[in-house]
């Protein structure tokens, strides 16, 4: 590709991932799967690391989130909420552990937290004096919006902090997801009634956070997850593990899946072990987060821009992907039944390749408003 055809793909796609970027954190109208997404963010990074000098500090790669929306409040996060660099193959892992060891020191021993990368809403709780003052989400890393009426009743969410030796001021971030079970109930009910239903858990959570009516967030079945600690005591803990340790004894929810591990072969050995579960957990995953347990040595790694050095999310496969209609048939059952079929482009899918799927009948084409060549997600 000549350097102004490249040039005017950075831009796109600078452009395609804004406005994904808002339909995902604003509107909660993401309409494109993750996968597609972290797609087009890896091509815009590849563009960048090839091209410094088109660098730039508007691009996506450089931010975290999006802005929040102007219903709520706002609430700037001292500590801002960063996001992490995901990675999607072993090689990869294995190059993330050799940059980790590479900025350590020669021999230093360290271990890797292994824990499930929950797929819903990331939320900050801030306690004073052991009592829940403020709740609040990402937004775009640095302002997000005040949820405090709604995470209040979410039945985990302690109001006020259990035992004792918690700092004066304590914030503790996690994330806010939808079990399953609960999920499908939900949207049940709203068949029933006629009314809209959800897409996936994730959009489930989110819905029921952003509203401004915390009664309708009460009849949700939320929980939240506890993966951290911005504590304003600097010597609190000297490690993660620690740390999510006095966390459940202070009475928040932390994962039961939760490793520490010695090396980089035992965090893959956790990867295929959890992912062989994944299916059976309770809660959507969409990968594994593997963080450097040693805080001191998290505190040497640091920061770039986006992400911090000593952790990374090694994904999943993905479970949704994008294709292209061709055309429908229609299928004559054993008692007569119409069934119209989608024919799909080929696409490999949650490890099988996808080139039909029922559309059900006539009233469910219509719902989908789907056409021949259209853009559709498995
Ligand atoms: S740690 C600075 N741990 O993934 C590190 N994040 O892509 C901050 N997430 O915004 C995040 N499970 O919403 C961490 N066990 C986990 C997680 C987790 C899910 C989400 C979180 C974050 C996003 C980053």
């Known amino acids: 590709m000549?350097?102004?055809?490249?040039?005017?793909?950075?831009?796109?796609?600078?452009?395609?991932?804004?406005?994904?970027?808002?339909?995902?954190?604003?509107?909660?109208?993401?309409?494109?799967?993750?996968v597609e997404y972290d797609r087009l963010f890896r091509e815009?990074?590849?563009?960048?690391?090839?091209?410094?000098?088109?660098?730039?500090?508007?691009?996506?790669?450089?931010?975290?989130?999006?802005?929040?929306?102007?219903?709520?409040?706002?609430?700037r996060h001292e500590t801002p909420m960063?996001?992490?660099?995901?990675?999607?193959?072993?090689q990869e892992l294995r190059d993330f552990d050799r940059r980790v060891r590479g900025r350590l020191d020669d021999g230093q021993a360290f271990h890797y937290a292994c824990e499930p990368k929950l797929d819903g809403i990331a939320v900050?709780?801030?306690?004073?004096?052991?009592?829940?003052?403020?709740?609040?989400?990402?937004?775009?890393?640095?302002?997000?919006?005040?949820i405090t009426h709604n995470v209040r009743t979410v039945d985990s969410i302690p109001l006020k902090l259990q035992g004792e030796g918690w700092p004066v001021e304590l914030e503790v971030r996690g994330e806010i997801y939808m079990p399953r079970q609960g999920f499908e109930a939900l949207n049940m009910r709203a068949r029933e009634e006629g009314s809209k239903t959800?897409?996936?858990?994730?959009?489930?959570?989110?819905?029921?956070?952003?509203?401004?009516?915390?009664?309708?967030?009460?009849?949700?079945?939320?929980?939240?997850?506890?993966?951290?600690?911005?504590?304003?005591?600097?010597?609190l803990f000297s490690s993660h593990s620690g740390a999510l340790a006095q966390l459940k004894r202070w009475g928040f929810l932390t994962s039961v899946e939760l490793a520490v591990v010695d090396d980089i072969?035992?965090?893959?050995?956790?990867?295929?072990?959890?992912?062989?579960?994944?299916?059976?957990?309770?809660?959507?995953?969409?990968?594994?987060?593997?963080?450097?347990?040693?805080?001191?040595?998290?505190?040497?790694?640091?920061?770039?821009?986006?992400?911090?050095?000593?952790?990374?999310?090694?994904?999943f496969p993905a479970q949704e992907e994008v294709t292209t209609l061709r055309d429908v048939e229609f299928q004559v059952g054993r008692t007569g039944a119409v069934t119209p079929v989608a024919k799909l482009e080929p696409v490999f899918v949650g490890g099988v390749t996808v080139s039909n799927a029922t559309l059900h009948n006539l009233d469910e084409i219509e719902r989908l408003g789907v056409k021949l060549g259209d853009t559709v997600i498995v």
């Open 2 to 34: 000549s350097d102004s055809s490249l040039r005017a793909r950075l831009e796109a796609l600078r452009k395609q991932l804004h406005e994904h970027s808002y339909r995902y954190y604003v509107l909660d109208e993401p309409i494109i799967p993750d």
């Open 44 to 75: 815009l990074q590849d563009i960048e690391r090839e091209h410094p000098e088109w660098r730039s500090d508007d691009s996506p790669t450089q931010r975290v989130g999006a802005e929040p929306l102007s219903s709520f409040s706002q609430v």
């Open 82 to 90: 960063l996001s992490l660099d995901n990675v999607f193959s072993e």
């Open 124 to 146: 900050s709780l801030l306690y004073v004096d052991g009592v829940l003052v403020r709740g609040a989400t990402r937004g775009d890393g640095r302002v997000g919006e005040d």
């Open 198 to 235: 959800f897409v996936n858990p994730r959009n489930a959570a989110a819905g029921s956070l952003r509203q401004l009516d915390s009664r309708i967030t009460a009849s949700r079945p939320l929980e939240m997850c506890c993966y951290g600690v911005v504590a304003s005591d600097d010597n």
């Open 265 to 315: 072969e035992a965090c893959l050995a956790y990867y295929e072990q959890l992912l062989s579960r994944r299916d059976q957990l309770a809660y959507d995953i969409d990968g594994i987060v593997f963080k450097v347990d040693e805080l001191a040595l998290q505190e040497q790694l640091g920061f770039v821009s986006r992400a911090p050095r000593w952790a990374i999310a090694h994904k």
